[in-house]
């Protein structure tokens, strides 16, 4: 079973930037899809980003495309997620997500790992 233990959320001014990081556990199978999540107070929690781990192909929703960079670091078991230009509607719970094996769609139901989320507040 991989942990996964996100860090770097924190409060910035809007335009501001910050970085996500989700380190998984030690010994852990590396999942072939990594996401990152965001939950927003009164919301459905929205897939953000994922990415192919073993090609580096990403994806993104639309809202953030430009702005997020979501990437991987085997070799310390992390993914990152770099968000630029940050917007007070990026205000959110973000959590980090391990896909079921053989999957990488943007839904919920196919993560089954989650972090304990890094709070991420954008003032305006």
């Known amino acids: 079973q991989v942990q996964l233990v996100e860090s770097g959320g924190g409060s910035v001014e809007a335009g501001g930037s910050l970085r996500l990081s989700c380190a998984a556990s030690?010994?852990?199978?590396?999942?072939?899809?990594m996401a990152w999540f965001r939950q927003a107070p009164g919301k459905e929690r929205e897939w953000v980003a994922r990415?192919?781990?073993?090609?580096?192909?990403?994806y993104y929703v639309d809202s953030v495309k430009g702005r997020f960079t979501i990437s991987q670091d085997y070799g310390k078991k992390t993914v990152y997620l770099e968000m630029n230009t940050l917007k007070p509607e990026d205000t959110a719970m973000y959590y980090c997500?391990?896909?079921?094996?053989?999957?990488?769609?943007?839904?919920?139901?196919?993560?089954?790992?989650w972090g304990q989320g890094t709070q991420v507040t954008v003032s305006s």
């Open positions: 030690e010994n852990t199978y590396w999942r072939d899809c």
């Open positions: 990415i192919l781990t073993p090609s580096d192909v990403t």
């Open positions: 997500a391990a896909a079921r094996r053989g999957y990488c769609l943007p839904g919920e139901y196919y993560f089954d790992t």
